[in-house]
């Protein structure tokens, strides 16, 4: 049964930072390119980062790049996004994302 669980979300400061991190399980994680994606009310899902699954290339959305890294483990099947200098337009369900497979997400809101 394939799994993604999202953990770390919250509530916090405009130029504060928070961690996310999303657990794998259930399919073969060290092949698949992972991503994060974040929906905010009223709008659509939109991509925000990306990480291969071996070289380890990473890719960023334009609105996040400098402020949001990326990274993975394959032994343990996990992938974060580490979020520093959060602004109020950072607010959003953040999703963790593997080809088909989909999170359940994790709630981010940043207060100005």
């Known amino acids: 049964q394939v799994q993604l669980v999202e953990s770390g979300g919250g509530l916090v400061q405009a130029g504060g930072s928070l961690r996310l991190s999303c657990a794998a399980s259930?399919?073969?994680?060290?092949?698949?390119?992972m991503k994060w994606f974040r929906q905010a009310p009223g709008k659509e899902r939109e991509f925000v980062a990306q990480?291969?699954?071996?070289?380890?290339?990473?890719r960023y959305v334009d609105s996040v790049k400098g402020r949001f890294t990326i990274s993975r483990d394959n032994a343990k099947m996990t992938v974060d996004l580490q979020m520093n200098s959060l602004k109020p337009e950072d607010t959003a369900v953040y999703f963790c994302n593997a080809g088909a497979f989909w999170g359940q997400g994790t709630q981010v809101t940043v207060s100005s």
């Open positions: 259930g399919f073969a994680f060290s092949r698949y390119t």
């Open positions: 990480i291969s699954w071996s070289l380890m290339s990473t």
